[in-house]
């Protein structure tokens, strides 16, 4: 076994560090309040119900007290003294002004300088109207300027990414994005150049702005210095329509706010959520709305005609036709499969699997695209832990997916525990992460040799069993990259719990989560119950069900004919896709309801357009086992309908009634038949911003589910690929959201420096990459993170063929 195993110690400092739970008193303009000693003056009087002006501070980051507009009078015993409101912690006894006189002329004297070489164009800046330079001049300035001089001049904007505009004329150095990409999102890309009235931020050279995490700058910047590319001059703030709702992108289940004008989803903002994502957004979470919009959503049925091509259709004849195809296979005891249903609300999920038992009577049914974990390990395994606890934790192991590019709000969160908190950060990936820099401990292996680095996590006295051994300790575990056996994943968390930790099992698609707990998978039924105890819809269909992996295989081979299509697309999807293209040619009957006709609706018989995210009301269910409302915000366009409505009326045409009458009532026949969501309703999930996690009240779950300790087959070969995602690829809504579809990295194959040797290969160069199940022609590109004998290629990148799950590679040179 290969292993390159980094150690390091950090130095840290935290923000707001020296709060605690012993209370002050403080006096502010006259009024006495209580408040936590150690606590940001700034803070304390918001709590109690005064606001001081400020521009530099931000909650989320440490104070620098450099704008000076938080300046408040205090009594010291040489008299009265202005302090920065944000730099300062309230003290017993402190007697606070931020009325007097002087504070007034001090706050003047602020916006007076800062307008200095502010430009006054309001009516054309995106800032206009939500814009606390703005807010404040009214506010607190003096109302007219003194300086008459020519104002500073830049070229103007400036676009430092493919998604922010600069305008340095508008800046007020309040660092507040320079901050956020130090101290949050670990990218310091943009910072301070030059000296004096000369001073402004900005990118260095040919250094793009290229985080992950760049949209937040815009949202948290106090002006319009910073703007995002897919707004600017789309709408002022008035002519919006603002709902909260929760993030279609991750499994974290960000709180977002989404702001529509004229029926037009136009932009999505982070919303605070002390539970889960304090504010922040990925650009994917923050920017991939506008697939909502595209022209190319399918509007209308459409039904394969004879010669082949697919023709528009009414829904009384698309539904008709699907019906009466499914109960021929049906009728004629043959197999019908259905896959998807994990992009969908948890409503649309639970009429999914009622359809799928009740009207198909059958158990081959899969959220998964067989690049996930045991359905009841991800939904019910024992010890779960919640994203809060990472803030506790003495010790973090990530042995997964890389969070930055999969899990970005859990990235967050594990590098501020790390950064700010002191917590040790233990990460087992085959390749660089982005969260080495704050690691501990990094230990590269070969996928497949996961059983012998955590037989020495095992062993007393080992550098590995000393890492995480100071507790809490909390594990974020999965797959990660598709060459990797998901049985490893419960090796580790029945590690963990056995030091008496807390695991997170990732898995990938938003709502995959509230999929699983509403039944789509072949060993679950509604609630995290078994289906031997789930009663509430009759009989239970006889036999056990097959996942994914084994519909796909039970199409090619003949022995199930019929496939149900939920918002997947697994020729893009799952690992091997030539196994999935080859499944769908070979079906005898496929329906898709989807919102594109992507790789795989292309080749069904029958596509019923879908309403997406924002155009219906539901539920769903984040990785911690968190329920939160989404909120319909603009309709569907065409002849769209929900998924719940479409297979309610398919029920109805093939004789089984499934009794689905709107989102509402669903989510009350959740909460009645479901024993994991018993007491979620729709009226207290309405009423609770951050939603609640189930089981309420820290009740039992019917289904706990205990890792087992068997960390699966080791591959044998020279090479082995490392096959996983990015943030941003070739995936149907990136590729109709024209801001973000450009952002993929690209096809490419990373080796070692050392492997590149040895096989002849140069970087820049190009090589053909084989496995058992695929091959593709890469560019070759050096990368001395890789451990050897380990080939990274990311997946489903634009133009490239499916290379499987196969962890065994051969690389050759192209031969020109």
Not at 142 to 170: A, Q
Not at 588 to 611: G, I, M, N
């Amino acid at each position: 076994m290969t292993l390159k195993i980094t150690s390091r110690t950090l130095s840290r400092s935290g923000i707001n560090s020296q709060v605690g739970t012993e209370t002050v008193k403080v006096t502010g303009d006259g009024h006495e309040f209580a408040a936590p000693k150690g606590e940001m003056l700034i803070t304390a009087a918001q709590d109690n119900g005064t606001y001081i002006p400020r521009f530099c501070w931000h909650p989320r980051m440490k104070p620098v007290g450099m704008c000076r507009m938080c300046l408040v009078e205090i009594e010291t015993p040489r008299g009265k003294a202005l302090i920065t409101a944000c730099t300062n912690a309230v003290a017993d006894g402190m007697a606070v002004d931020t009325k007097s006189d002087v504070v007034k002329k001090a706050q003047e004297g602020v916006l007076e300088f800062l307008l200095i070489n502010h430009p006054l164009d309001c009516p054309v800046c995106d800032r206009g109207g939500e814009c606390p330079l703005q807010d404040h001049t009214l506010a607190y300035g003096p109302g007219e300027s003194r300086f008459v001089e020519e104002k500073r001049h830049f070229e103007k904007p400036i676009p430092i990414s493919k998604l922010v505009f600069l305008d340095r004329e508008r800046c007020i150095l309040c660092a507040r994005c320079t901050r956020f990409s130090d101290e949050v999102s670990g990218d310091p890309l943009i910072e301070f150049l030059d000296r004096g009235n000369y001073t402004q931020v900005n990118t260095f050279p040919e250094e793009p702005f290229s985080s992950y995490f760049a949209g937040n700058t815009v949202q948290i910047c106090p002006v319009g210095a910073l703007t995002a590319k897919p707004y600017r001059f789309r709408a002022r703030p008035w002519d919006l329509t603002a709902i909260d709702s929760t993030c279609p992108h991750c499994t974290a289940g960000d709180h977002i706010t989404v702001q529509s004008s004229q029926n037009e989803i136009l932009r999505f903002l982070g919303a605070e959520s002390e539970a889960v994502n304090w504010g922040w957004l990925s650009d994917k979470c923050r920017f991939g709305f506008e697939y909502i919009n595209s022209p190319d959503r399918v509007t209308t049925p459409l039904v394969r005609g004879q010669d082949g091509s697919m023709q528009e259709a009414s829904w009384a004849e698309a539904l008709d036709l699907v019906a009466a195809r499914l109960g021929e296979i049906k009728q004629a005891a043959k197999q019908i499969a259905v896959l998807g249903g994990a992009r969908g609300t948890n409503e649309d999920a639970y009429a999914l699997s009622k359809f799928a038992r009740v009207a198909l009577g059958t158990n081959h049914v899969d959220c998964q695209m067989d690049d996930g974990l045991d359905p009841q390990f991800l939904a019910a395994t024992a010890d779960r832990a919640l994203i809060a606890d990472l803030d506790n934790a003495k010790t973090i192991l990530i042995w997964g997916p890389d969070l930055k590019e999969e899990h970005p709000t859990l990235y967050l969160r594990a590098r501020h525990s790390a950064q700010e908190r002191g917590a040790r950060l233990v990460i087992v990936h085959p390749r660089a992460t982005g969260l080495d820099d704050w690691a501990a401990h990094k230990v590269s292996y070969r996928p497949g040799s996961g059983a012998e680095v955590l037989t020495r996590f095992r062993s007393e006295g080992d550098d590995l069993a000393a890492a995480v051994s100071d507790t809490p300790l909390v594990a974020l575990v999965g797959r990660t990259g598709y060459g990797e056996d998901g049985r490893l994943a419960e090796a580790v968390a029945a590690f963990v719990r056995s030091k008496g930790g807390k695991v997170l099992p990732l898995a990938r698609r938003s709502n995959v989560y509230g999929a699983l707990d509403m039944g789509l998978a072949p060993n679950l039924a509604p609630g995290r119950i078994s289906p031997d105890l789930f009663s509430a819809w009759g009989s239970w269909p006889a036999g056990r069900g097959k996942d994914a992996g084994g519909i796909l295989d039970g199409l090619s081979s003949g022995d199930i004919l019929g496939l149900v299509l939920v918002g997947a697309d697994p020729i893009r999807d799952v690992p091997n896709g030539v196994l999935a293209r080859k499944a769908l040619e070979s079906a005898k009957f496929v329906v898709a309801l989807d919102q594109f006709l992507t790789d795989s609706s292309r080749l069904a018989h029958v596509v019923l357009p879908v309403e997406g995210f924002a155009e219906k009301d539901g539920t769903v269910t984040n990785v911690e086992g968190r329920v939160q409302k989404v909120n319909r915000v603009t309709p569907g366009p065409g002849q769209s309908r929900a998924d719940w409505s479409i297979l309610d009326d398919l029920a109805e045409r093939m004789g089984s009634s499934i009794g689905l009458a709107s989102a509402v009532a669903i989510a009350k026949e959740i909460e009645a038949t479901a024993p994991a969501y018993a007491g979620v309703t729709w009226d207290l999930l309405g009423s609770m911003t951050e939603g609640v996690v189930v089981p309420l009240h820290g009740d039992t779950q019917p289904l706990v589910f205990v890792p087992a300790d068997a960390p699966g087959k080791s591959p044998s070969g020279d090479l082995v690929l490392h096959y996983a995602r990015t943030m941003f690829d070739d995936g149907v809504l990136l590729r109709h959201s024209p801001s973000l579809a450009d952002l993929a990295p690209g096809a490419a194959v990373f080796l070692n420096p050392d492997d590149l040797r040895r096989l002849g290969l140069t970087a820049g160069g190009e090589a053909v990459v084989q496995t058992s199940q695929g091959s593709a022609q890469l560019m070759v590109k050096e990368d001395d993170s890789l451990a050897h004998g380990v080939a990274y290629v990311p997946f489903n990148q634009p133009g490239t063929p499916s290379l499987g799950n196969d962890p065994v590679v051969t690389i050759t040179p192209l031969q020109t």
